[in-house]
């Protein structure tokens, strides 16, 4: 239920209330005018209600805040900062909608993120700038053609107009000419791209924020894999699957984002635990992010954070050293040894000392690799489960007990019993 619908509720009759929101719903021009309708009327009420009745906040709670709950008003007049057509959306929806960037005529700093739809115009999804968390514009692996992505994150609990949850918002946009865009702020020549003319319109809007357009960094992270599409170019991004779903990971100066499949995800630095990484192979490694997750209930103080751990699985051996390099460099925590996330290697960059022993011995309190060897979580993770491979290998006994030499020895003497057996059968016959 939404906060309009809740306010409507409580100071109207239902058949009353069901029709003003049903003409709200039809008509959102007229929202302003029943929020004082609805506030004159609970204030007649509450002279007459006990100070202590629910109805009495209604009184002086804003229509877009009751009981805890920020709903957004609509933008009953709005002015087209930013238009683009035939934008290829994937998420909320799989397909082509006009991106638009609209503000409030009688309040500047009311802006909205709209997709509208190119045949009817009505808005098929808005976003209020206000619930936006982060955005991001991210290359498109493995395309020939140069394309980004722009990733809208809304806050935690944010709300549309309607009182909805909000809902990510992921399309994409070719690095060409931005030709049919259409700017209030900004003259767009011929050099400008769809990629420069979103990024900047999108800074202009986030910034009363205080944010912007988060890109990736060469300085952050770059891929050891070449691209194949378009050789000679940096690869930001990191193949992984989440579950049985290919995807790719960036690792970007606030967070790491997991996309582009439905939910995508960001991990901000401030909510990850740890990291750990798991399933150590030859070729390929896991990686399980522990992050925390905000309450989801309304009433503050009712339930504490919930951390949740993200397996991303088959992430190739080749990007270890700057994925390790970058979690390091940020101070995240490296829990490849700890319980049950200690790390299952297997033969992996095995490497021993003159003396035989396995580099990185128990040197530090009688464990594998202690602290300040100079050795990484992940090479820990994998000389402790070589030294148990090789101490079973040493208790290994083959079957029927031989010792060096015993086999050879036995089956000498068997040869001997078969060859006397032979000449006794022989003389047997002879005598017959």
Not at 190 to 202: G, N, P, R, S, Y
Request: with cysteine.
């Amino acid at each position: 239920m939404t906060g309009h619908t809740l306010a409507i509720g409580a100071a109207f009759p239902p058949d009353i209330a069901t029709r003003i929101i049903n003409a709200i719903d039809r008509y959102p021009d007229l929202q302003p005018l029943f929020q004082e309708i609805v506030r004159h009327a609970s204030a007649i009420q509450s002279r007459s209600v006990p100070a202590n009745n629910k109805k009495r906040k209604l009184e002086d709670a804003p229509l877009d805040q009751i009981d805890g709950i920020h709903i957004p008003t609509a933008i009953s007049n709005p002015i087209v900062a930013y238009e683009c057509k035939d934008v290829s959306f994937q998420v909320p929806a799989r397909k082509k909608l006009k991106l638009q960037l609209v503000a409030d005529a009688n309040d500047r700093t009311r802006q909205e993120v709209r997709l509208q739809n190119q045949q009817s115009n009505a808005v098929d999804y808005s976003l209020p700038v206000s619930q936006i968390d982060q955005v991001f514009c991210l290359p498109v692996p493995e395309k020939q053609q140069r394309q980004w992505n722009f990733v809208i994150f809304p806050r935690p609990g944010a709300t549309t107009t309607h009182g909805e949850a909000c809902e990510q918002v992921v399309f994409t946009m070719s690095e060409v000419a931005a030709t049919g865009a259409t700017s209030a702020s900004h003259n767009i020549t011929a050099q400008d791209t769809f990629i420069t003319v979103t990024e900047k319109e999108l800074n202009l809007l986030l910034q009363p924020q205080g944010k912007h357009v988060v890109t990736p960094v060469a300085a952050e992270f770059v891929s050891s894999i070449p691209q194949p599409h378009r050789k000679g170019e940096k690869a930001y991004h990191v193949k992984a699957h989440r579950g049985s779903k290919d995807g790719y990971l960036f690792l970007l100066p606030t967070g790491i984002v997991s996309g582009f499949r439905k939910p995508l995800a960001f991990f901000p630095f401030a909510t990850i635990e740890a990291i750990s990484y798991t399933s150590v192979l030859q070729r390929t490694f896991n990686l399980v992010i522990t992050s925390r997750e905000p309450a989801t209930t309304a009433a503050a103080g009712e339930e504490d954070d919930q951390t949740k751990d993200v397996e991303f699985s088959m992430i190739d051996q080749a990007d270890f050293a700057g994925m390790d390099g970058y979690i390091k460099r940020h101070g995240l925590n490296d829990a490849s040894m700890a319980g049950e996330r200690r790390a299952k290697a297997y033969n992996v960059n095995k490497v021993k000392r003159e003396d035989g022993s396995v580099n990185g011995g128990a040197e530090v309190g009688g464990g594998v690799g202690g602290e300040g060897d100079g050795l990484t979580e992940l090479q820990r993770a994998e000389l402790q489960l070589q030294d148990a491979e090789d101490e079973e290998e040493e208790d290994y006994v083959e079957s029927g007990g031989e010792s060096d030499g015993e086999g050879e020895e036995e089956e000498d003497s068997e040869g001997e019993d078969a060859e006397e057996g032979g000449g006794d059968e022989m003389e047997e016959d002879e005598n017959e």
